[in-house]
Each structure stands twice: as structure tokens, then as C-alpha cells.
């Protein structure tokens, strides 16, 4: 069946499935989230790094596990033209970890370095709700310093950053997988638990039995949920001092009252992990259920880049989760502006002359010549929320005069300034 020239223009406008366009309210949101949190962000020490979009594919699958749901499913994975195989980044923290190695850029041990980014990355998920393909993350990573202070700082930082963007009621899910010992005693106790129930188990779970069985209790399939219910609690396997360093992570919390659950069943989607995990919910979990954020320690991430075996911790936040929550009235009131506004096409060229002038004071200003008489262009000015409309008329154009009213004033209409009154008079008004 032949395509028509609307059905053909209409596929030509869908975009990808799960990714979507950021305009009007939404980025102003964005801006808003990212700006506030490189603020808070910079307050503790850290610094912007960017790094490319695509990665080898090595990056990623050697950091993140083979069985995470992340690299056996969801990566935009592809050979490129040279043959390379190359990955649009799932996260943002194994890239980080490669750019430090390339860079040299971690050379004293005495001084941690915090790093900060943000961009878009990729999940092939099935889309729904604050979950789609491209979404946009926030990451901090904090490398070269082990220990319960720097994971409590770090997660304080993150509930900084939402209290900051207006989200009040927070709470960190948190967990300690402990070091490779305990993980591996643990491991071995959940084995021949699960092994009891194997039948019950999803198809996917009984294959991640043999090859990964930790992911089995993130796994969001009902029967392997039962199952996992009455699975062996990591906190009892813990060697001493793992369960030691556990305690003082929440002994630090508890002392920057920062609201905390465990969670021990938090093994988090990502392989890396060792020690603290976290994500961070809303108290509320009728409002949103899904982790606005999550992280934990990495130790021995960078060592799989370089010969610096350094510890590391982090967390990343979801910025489209985040712009759900974020109620409009946060945002700042629209900046002032003037629309300059000729009352016939007699007056077009006057009303460009003046537009310079007030451009080159710096004063926010739009020439309004869309609409076919006056009344259609401040109608116009009006719905571009201009907040002062110049007007001239030609009795105005031939004396070097302007009328301005101040939108939602019932004292400030009609007002007549000469040409260089009217810039003291917006300058005044806009600050500058
Ligand atoms: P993650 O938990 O995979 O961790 O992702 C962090 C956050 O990104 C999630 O809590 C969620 O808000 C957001 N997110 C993840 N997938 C999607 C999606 N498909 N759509 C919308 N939002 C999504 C990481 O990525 C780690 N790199 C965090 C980290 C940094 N760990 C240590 N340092």
C-alpha cells in the first residue's frame, strides 16, 4: 500500500520511542534542577566534567556486570563504520572512571577528587512513567577516599540538592553489600536458598541462579518477589568489620538527621557495587514509588582502568523524575520584557530604530509586527508574557516619542516618554 504525502510528513515527526523533546515549561524545569544542583554541588567541592556519549562497549559491559539487566538488555549497542563497537552510555559513573584513567587526571592520593556531570543517557526499557530510553542523569562521584564519612557526606549532598529543588520528604533506602568476602558468603547462603524454590522462579532468575544470583532480589517478577521474601538478610553475613563500618554509616546519618531505612534486600541494577548502596524515594510512596536517585560505594571500579586502585562513591539522579515532582510555582517569575509595538506599517521602521536602541542597553525586548493590526499584536506581546508594551503610533514616530503601559497596572497605561526617557524609564524598571 502505497504511503501518502500526511502519512509519510506524520512518521517523519514521530520521534523514538521513549525519547521525547524538552521545550517551554519542561526545560525551564531542567535548567532549574541542574543549575540548583551544580550550585549545592560546587558547595561541597565538586567540579563539571563532561565526557563523550559513546563509549567502547567495554566500558560498560566490564564494569556493569554481564547479567545486569543494563548490559544484557537495555544498551543501544552498534559496530560503526571503522568496525569498532561502540555503546550510547547506560550511566555515567564508568565513564567517568575511563576519563580519569585516560587523563591521568587522579595523581595524588591525598587529594579525592569530586567530580560532577550531566547529559543525556541511554536504556532500551519499556517506557511508562519517569522511565523512558534517553533520560537525563546528574552524577557526582567522589574517588579516592573509603570510608563511612565520605558516604555520608555524599548522600547528604544528594538530599541537599532535593531540598533544594523543593523536595522535602525524602528518604534514603540504604544497604551494605560489605566487602568481597561477605558478598561471597552471602551469595553462597542465597544460592541454596533460592536452589529450594528453583521451579518457582522466573525463567530469567533461574538463569541468573548459576551466573548471578544477587540480581535475583531486584528481580520486579512476582513469583521470584515471593520467593525473595524469605531469602537470607545480607546484615547477617556481614563480616565484623564490614557490619562495623555499616553501623557507623548510620551513626553519621543518624548525627546530620538525614531520615534513613534499610533495605537489605537494595543489591541495586548495577554491578560495581560494594559496601553502602542507596537510592533515594519519596516518604510518600503512593505519589511516585520509583528511586529519584541512587549510588553507593565502588571500590575497585577504577582499578579495572588504570593501575590506581582507589575507592570510590557516587550517586546519580534522574532528572525527568525530578522535573514530575517539581511543582511549576518553583519556578522563577518570568524575566520583565518590552514589546515594541508599531500601530500601522507606517511606523515599522521607527519601531526597528527603537528596538536597537534599547538592545544596545541591554533591556529584554521583542519587535512585535506579527498580526495584522494593533489590536492582534498586543494581543501577542501579551501571551509572550512581555511585561511593558512600547507603543508607537504615528504621532509618536514623528515627535521621537513612545506610549508605554505596564501590563497589569491599572495606574501605569499610556504613558508618554521621548526616545531617551523611555530607556531610563525600562532600565529603571528591569534593574539593569
Ligand atoms: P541508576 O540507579 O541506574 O544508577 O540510575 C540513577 C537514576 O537514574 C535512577 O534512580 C533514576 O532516577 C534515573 N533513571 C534510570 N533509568 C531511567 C530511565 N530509563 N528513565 C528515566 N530515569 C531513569 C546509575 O546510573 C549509577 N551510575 C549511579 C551512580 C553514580 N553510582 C555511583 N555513582
Not at 530510553?133 to 565520605?150: N, T
Not at 558468603?185 to 532468575?205: F, I, Q
Not at 509595538?341 to 527603537?354: D, G, H, K, L, N
Request: charged share 25%; glycine share 8%; hydrophobic share 40%.
Amino acid at each position: 500500500m502505497a504511503i501518502s504525502t500526511h502519512d509519510s510528513a506524520q512518521i517523519l515527526a514521530t520521534p523514538i520511542r521513549g525519547m521525547k523533546d524538552l521545550y517551554g515549561v519542561e526545560i525551564e524545569k531542567y535548567q532549574l534542577i541542574v543549575n540548583v544542583a551544580f550550585q549545592v554541588a560546587k558547595t561541597y567541592g565538586y567540579r563539571l566534567i563532561e565526557t563523550p556519549i559513546v563509549e567502547n562497549t567495554s566500558v560498560f559491559s566490564r564494569t556493569l556486570g554481564g547479567e545486569s539487566d543494563v548490559v544484557s538488555k537495555e544498551m543501544y549497542s552498534f559496530v560503526d563504520k571503522g568496525g569498532a563497537n561502540i555503546t550510547l552510555r547506560p550511566e555515567g559513573t564508568a565513564g567517568v572512571m575511563r576519563a580519569i584513567a585516560s587523563n591521568k587526571l587522579f595523581v595524588n592520593n591525598n587529594s579525592p577528587l569530586k567530580l560532577m556531570y550531566c547529559g543525556p543517557m541511554f536504556r532500551y526499557d519499556r517506557p511508562q512513567k519517569g522511565r523512558y530510553r534517553q533520560f537525563h542523569q546528574m552524577g557526582f562521584e567522589h574517588i579516592g577516599e573509603k570510608g563511612p564519612y565520605a558516604d555520608v557526606i555524599t548522600i547528604a549532598l544528594a538530599m541537599e540538592i532535593l531540598k533544594n529543588i523543593g523536595l522535602n520528604d525524602v528518604i534514603v533506602h540504604i544497604n551494605s553489600l560489605g566487602g568481597s568476602f561477605s558478598r561471597e558468603r552471602y551469595t553462597k547462603a542465597l544460592v541454596d536458598y533460592l536452589c529450594k524454590y528453583e521451579n518457582k522462579l522466573s525463567a530469567v532468575s533461574k538463569l541468573r541462579l548459576k551466573k548471578n544470583p544477587l540480581r535475583i532480589l531486584d528481580s520486579k517478577e512476582f513469583t521470584d518477589i515471593e520467593v525473595c521474601h524469605n531469602a537470607p538478610n545480607v546484615q547477617d553475613f556481614l563480616t565484623n568489620e564490614d557490619r562495623q563500618y555499616f553501623v557507623k554509616v548510620l551513626e553519621l546519618l543518624q548525627l546530620w538527621s538525614i531520615k534513613y531505612v534499610i533495605d537489605p534486600k537494595l543489591v541495586r541494577g548495577l554491578d560495581y557495587y560494594t559496601h553502602t548502596t542507596f537510592e533515594f524515594k519519596l516518604s510518600n510512596e503512593n505519589m511516585y514509588r520509583d528511586a529519584l536517585g541512587g549510588g553507593g560505594r565502588y571500590d575497585g571500579l577504577l582499578k579495572l582502568f588504570c593501575s590506581n586502585d582507589v575507592s570510590g562513591v557516587g550517586f546519580a539522579l534522574g532528572i525527568e523524575r525530578l522535573m514530575m515532582l517539581l511543582g511549576e510555582q518553583m519556578l522563577p517569575a518570568l524575566n520583565k520584557s518590552a514589546a515594541v509595538i508599531p500601530v500601522t506599517a507606517e511606523e515599522y521602521e521607527s519601531a526597528f530604530r527603537i528596538t536597537g536602541l534599547f538592545l544596545n542597553e541591554k533591556i529584554p525586548t521583542e519587535l512585535i509586527i506579527t498580526g495584522s493590526n494593533i489590536k492582534k499584536r498586543v494581543e501577542l506581546a501579551i501571551k509572550r508574557n512581555c511585561s511593558h508594551l512600547v507603543v508607537i503610533g504615528n504621532d509618536e514616530a514623528n515627535k521621537k516619542e513612545v506610549s508605554i503601559t505596564v501590563v497589569n497596572s491599572a495606574t501605569r497605561r499610556n504613558i508618554k516618554y521621548g526616545w531617551l526617557e523611555a530607556i531610563g524609564f525600562l532600565k529603571s524598571e528591569f534593574v539593569i
